[in-house]
């Protein structure tokens, strides 16, 4: 072959490929692929996930995360992230990989008794392709696993199997789409999906509903009913699906998009009716919507209803006839009467399953009907019970009489065959209520509770959960998980009782739950679909409850029983972005919040903090050092006391502040404390009194809580009189030489201290009321005076370190205005207020130049953070009921976390730069 020929040969490979590159660009993946389109059509369930951060940052803040982990499932999955970390040799390398991608989780049944998963997760760019290549890469020279290939169909399909185990995992990508599963059926179905693109999706009849675009979704679910008794058949017992599938009848698929609000979890979409011929919905259609009335009826031993609401009971005598149907063999006469019974009967029937004691017993089954004229029906029972030969002797319970029906199945008789089941059953009138159980035992119990009020009407955590759902509803099932916890052991395959056993903590987390359908105004648009709500709820206990703050603001809230006083106190916690939080609330109970903005512990206190809680390590315990009026208190990180605290103060003493000795200093940790006006008193932890202090007096009130410094070996208790003299003492109460100093003027704040090895390198900053900065040594120099501002008679100037007690700024107020300034007098910002108060300041200095100044108003209970260029930090001041704020700074994020307390809310939001 010649050279020019071999030349023109490869030019034209090289241009077929660059047409096939343009081709595929402009025309293949020009176009999206529609991940819906991937989901088999056999999905019982399809779950889409979009900001996975936050959806686990709600399941730590709803407390479900822990309850999570437990389950074996997710307990492998958390061990497979491990693994995916340790071998790409990063941290949390799934997280980041999700991030806020559009994840889908479908579910199917591969079989008549198990279910399988099936993943899809978008590959975005060149770097996550690479992640997941070298992932691959590295489980193929691992020893433990064994990665294999295979065609399907024209797709190449990797597996990834355990060695020694059939556990492993089947993936291929299409179109920068990774689809997974543990069964490769499921990704064989993809495939063959893949090949006739033009099939309708599984939510083809929901194209139009977003539900992400609403505020706080953290997930949609996709449910086909159709499919339902099937998943569920592998958990329960065959005999239960047709009862499952008659009511999961009424419509045909949903969507509905989760929530994770505090103490529940809701589910709010719309279902399609079911179009089927004998449907429960073709059965229900046009039936008005009832109230459900009859919680002063139901047991507190409730632990199941399903719920029906029409208008006329006889429309329920159409439905299909159960298996089971009893033969029409009564009387003429007696016909007459359950017709007349029926008629008497509508707007609401219900079939009622009470606790068993044991998953070895039967439950007790109730099946009750309003009755609109309940008199007229006790006359119709009577005279059913003699035309049937029926014993006339009845069984009293309270004020409710029991009596035998004497008809074989008459709720199937008079409700139709969704009510079958009761061979002989006796009957009660109870207020507008007939009420039948299969057996006087199951009656008796339900009346005794009714007769005693132990009836859900009755119970405020009840009546809340009804009152959060849906008031006007065609079917409604309610569980309590609780009480249903032997009928579900019962009612599962023998298999799955094992499971359930494990996870009995997650089951039982959500006590209430509440699954309604609401039917549109006009069932006769073709378009009509049901309103669907399923609720997951748990009755409020503890101290709080937590909820997302809203869109509008990226943050948290936690409502508090009652009223928080004064400012949140963070406490740092390894390896959290965010920080712990003490708060007191009115009640005068401390509480500790975790990172996950749970309650861990609370603790009852004879009053309100009188000083700043301090971090001290005690006997060699960490934990947190403050004082009430009466008392000096020391808590462990579990919230529990040491041995000998709380530490009692004389009666007549009324502690206002707590100084306590640095760390580093030898001996027990020294308490000073301020007992009101100018008396200070020294003790150790191990409730040691200090003979000189005792208390300690002076002639004028102190401008500051006193400073315990260590220099050198030397304790240094320096103390700040409020008519410009500052004293230093040893812990013998004597004075130091060159003491007291005065600065001229009264002081109102506190000194800024710059540590040195000995006295004289040891100096301290104050500023007096005449606007003069002063610096003083602890050998008694004045080292400098430097004019900060002008003053006035009326003017008030304050120190204000940052957090780490390291730098400060000089704060001056004058009536509404008040401004800041830098040590060297430069103004840093200035504002002026409505209110003439005290106005708390706080300053933060990060680092780097990110300083950040707080300005609290009580009045209108507004806060305004500034940054260092003056400028308000989130555009618009933020509400706030406390004298401060909690700030703290993540700087890998680059934003600020803010803490704040309004009314009975600690209220945590993220702050991004400017």
């Known amino acids: 072959m010649s050279k020019k020929l071999l030349a023109i040969l490869t030019a034209l490979l090289l241009l077929a490929a660059l047409a096939s590159y343009v081709y595929y660009r402009r ?102 392709y690479r992640q997941v290549r070298s992932l691959t890469d590295a489980l193929q020279r691992d020893s433990h696993f064994r990665v294999t290939t295979r065609e399907y169909e024209g797709t190449v399909l990797t597996q990834v199997s355990e060695v020694g185990s059939t556990r492993g995992v089947t993936f291929f990508n299409y179109r920068n789409h990774l689809l997974l599963s543990a069964n490769p059926e499921l990704v064989e179905a993809v495939v063959r999906r893949i090949a006739g693109p033009a099939q309708p999706t599984v939510v083809a009849d929901f194209q139009n509903t977003d539900f992400f675009r609403l505020r706080d979704v953290d997930a949609t679910l996709l449910v086909n009913y159709r499919r339902l008794p099937q998943l ?129 017993v039967s439950p007790a089954r109730l099946a009750l009907a309003w009755c609109p004229q309940p008199a007229r029906q006790a006359l119709l029972l009577g005279k059913l019970r003699r035309a049937v030969g029926a014993s006339p002797a009845f069984e009293r319970v309270g004020s409710y009489q029991v009596y035998s029906t004497g008809v074989a199945e008459m709720p199937a008789r008079l409700l139709g065959p969704l009510f079958a089941g009761f061979r002989q059953p006796v009957v009660a009138m109870v207020g507008n209520y007939m009420v039948f159980g299969e057996d006087a035992v199951a009656l008796r119990q339900m009346l005794a509770d009714v007769a005693a009020g132990e009836v859900w009407a009755r119970s405020p955590a009840q009546v809340s959960f009804l009152q959060e759902t849906q008031p006007l509803a065609r079917l409604r099932v309610i569980l309590d998980t609780r009480n249903a916890w032997n009928l579900l052991l019962r009612g599962l395959v023998e298999e799955r009782r094992a499971g359930l056993l494990r996870n009995e903590a997650l089951f039982k987390r959500f006590p209430q739950v509440a699954l309604q359908f609401a039917p549109p105004i006009n069932e006769a648009e073709p378009d009509a679909q049901y309103f669907a709500e399923l609720v997951l709820r748990h009755p409020i206990v503890g101290a709080a409850v937590a909820q997302p703050q809203g869109s509008n603001a990226a943050g948290t809230v936690l409502a508090f029983k009652t009223p928080l ?248 107020q004058e009536g509404g205005q008040l401004d800041l300034y830098e040590p060297s007098g430069r103004r840093l910002l200035g504002q002026k207020f409505l209110t003439s108060g005290s106005k708390p300041i706080q300053f933060f200095d990060f680092g780097g130049g990110r300083r950040v100044y707080a300005l609290s108003e009580a009045g209108p209970r507004r806060a305004y953070i500034y940054d260092w260029q003056g400028r308000l930090l989130g555009g618009q001041p933020f509400e706030s009921s406390a004298p401060g704020v909690g700030l703290e700074y993540d700087a890998p994020n680059k934003v600020y976390h803010l803490y704040r307390t309004v009314g009975a809310e600690l209220r945590r939001t993220t702050l991004r730069l400017q």
């Open 27 to 128: 025309t293949v993946a020009a176009v999206p692929v529609d991940p819906w389109a991937l989901v088999p059509d056999d999905a019982v369930l399809v779950a889409a996930t979009r900001d996975h951060p936050m959806l686990v940052r709600h399941l730590k803040e709803t407390q479900l995360w822990d309850n999570l982990l437990a389950v074996r499932y997710f307990e492998d999955l958390q061990n497979n992230m491990a693994l995916v970390d340790s071998l790409t040799g990063g941290r949390n390398v799934v997280s980041r990989f999700l991030g806020r991608k559009n994840v889908l989780t479908s579910v199917h049944v591969t079989a008549p008794n198990q279910f399988d998963l099936l993943l899809q997760i978008p590959v975005r760019t060149i770097r996550e």
């Open 565 to 812: 006083l004064g400012a949140p106190l963070l406490v740092p916690v390894r390896e959290a972005t965010w920080a712990g939080v003490l708060v007191q609330d009115s009640a005068h109970v401390l509480h500790f919040v975790t990172p996950e903005n749970a309650v861990a512990w609370s603790d009852s206190l004879p009053g309100p903090l009188v000083s700043v809680v301090q971090r001290r390590a005690v006997a060699g315990q960490p934990g947190y050092l403050f004082a009430t009026a009466g008392q000096l208190h020391w808590l462990n990180t579990a919230g529990r006391s040491a041995p000998n605290f709380p530490l009692n103060l004389p009666d007549s003493v009324q502690a206002s502040a707590l100084s306590v000795s640095p760390e580093g200093s030898t001996g027990a940790p020294r308490l000073l404390v301020a007992g009101g006006g100018g008396n200070l008193f020294l003790y150790d932890t191990n409730g040691n009194a200090y003979p000189s202090w005792q208390p300690k007096r002076f002639d004028f009130n102190l401008a500051a809580p006193p400073l315990y410094l260590t220099v050198g070996s030397r304790d240094v208790v320096v103390v700040l009189l409020e008519n410009g003299y500052i004293y230093a003492y040893n812990l013998q109460g004597g004075v130091y030489p060159g003491f007291p100093i005065s600065v001229g003027a009264r002081l109102q704040s506190t000194a800024m201290v710059e540590s040195g090895a000995t006295l004289g390198r040891t100096r301290l900053t104050v500023v007096s009321q005449h606007g003069e900065r002063v610096t003083f040594s602890l050998a008694g120099d004045v080292v400098n005076r430097t004019r900060v501002a002008t003053w006035s008679r009326n003017s008030v100037f304050r120190i204000v370190p940052d957090q780490n007690q390291r730098s400060y700024v000089v704060a001056r």
């Open 232 to 360: 569920l058949g592998v958990f329960f017992r065959r005999d239960l699906l047709t009862g499952i599938g008659t009511f999961t009848s009424l419509t045909r698929n949903g969507q509905l998009e989760m929530k994770l609000t505090g103490n529940k979890v809701v589910f709010n979409g719309f279902a399609n009716p079911e179009t089927t011929p004998g449907s429960l919905h073709q059965l229900l259609r046009g039936q008005p919507t009832q109230r459900l009335r009859m919680a002063d009826v139901l047991s507190m031993r409730t632990a199941l209803l399903v719920h029906l609401s029409l208008g006329k009971a006889e429309i329920l005598r159409r439905a299909r006839p159960a298996p089971a149907a009893p033969p029409d063999t009564v009387a003429a006469g007696a016909a007459e009467l359950l017709d007349s019974l029926t008629a008497g009967m509508g707007q609401e029937v219900a079939m009622c399953y009470l606790a068993p004691s044991s998953a070895r």
